[in-house]
């Protein structure tokens, strides 16, 4: 089956600096790769939706700012938090689909911010 | 906007035991409803799929069934086994092509 990979696994970053995580499908083309976000003990919560060539689409409350997302390529999607700070610490998860079939999740990024 | 919601938040039950998880959305526009499970601090796992035309789908010990028009969606476990314990999440997704949720259904079985 399709596989979406995420890098890194886990990450641990200090209060104020910036983190890029990265999304890839690597046997497939995305034109719409999707970011949630689940904070301890909730569910999943859609953040953003990347779109390939053009500027994502936001989630009421998430500040587009913040949550730098580029799409640059069919197979590569990134997500950037900047300024972060301990109450972004969460579990990210991207997915992508091959046109017309099931979508396909990342195996999620832990970000830590201390 | 479609909300999903699951019924029960938590479940502990004996090994060997049938069990049945809950899921209800609010919109019945939807492209399919997907079953995950999710271990503590891992990602997820695809458990069965139905797309919207479908009334079930079957594997291995799973059953799933989705009655769209009334919005449910029921998981059913046969035989459960210790290592079935995880959250249980039911996704519907939606015409952005997106997923929206459920809080999902965090299951212990107890050997």
């Known amino acids: 089956g399709a596989v979406v990979s995420q890098h890194p696994s886990r990450v641990i970053c200090k209060s104020g600096t910036s983190v890029k995580i990265e999304c890839r499908s690597l046997?497939?083309?995305?034109?719409?790769m999707f970011w949630y976000r689940q904070f301890p003990k909730q569910s999943l919560m859609l953040m953003a939706t990347?779109?390939?060539?053009?500027?994502?689409?936001?989630e009421q409350g998430v500040e587009k700012d913040k949550f730098l997302i580029n799409h640059a390529s069919l197979t590569l999607s990134t997500l950037t938090v900047t300024s972060a700070h301990p109450e972004d610490s969460s579990f990210y998860i991207c997915?992508?689909?091959?046109?017309?079939?099931?979508?396909?999740f990342g195996p999620g990024t832990r970000l830590t911010v201390t | 906007k479609q909300e999903v919601t699951q019924i029960p938040a938590a479940l502990s039950v004996p090994e060997g035991e049938n069990l049945v998880l809950n899921c209800s959305f609010t919109?019945?526009?939807?492209?399919?409803l997907q079953w995950f499970r999710q271990d503590p601090g891992k990602g997820l796992t695809s458990l069965l799929l139905?797309?919207?035309?479908?009334r079930e789908q079957t594997s291995g010990r799973l059953n799933a069934s989705l009655d769209k028009s009334s919005g449910r969606s029921t998981l059913y476990i046969a035989a459960s086994q210790p290592g079935d314990s995880a959250t249980y999440l039911c996704?519907?997704?939606?015409?952005?092509?997106?997923?929206?949720f459920g809080p999902g259904t965090r299951l212990s079985v107890l050997p």
């Open positions: 997915s992508a689909n091959p046109l017309g079939h099931e979508q396909y």
């Open positions: 046997d497939f083309q995305a034109t719409t």
């Open positions: 990347s779109n390939e060539g053009s500027k994502a689409t936001y």
């Open positions: 919109d019945s526009a939807i492209y399919n």
């Open positions: 139905i797309q919207s035309s479908q």
């Open positions: 996704a519907v997704l939606v015409g952005g092509q997106n997923f929206v």
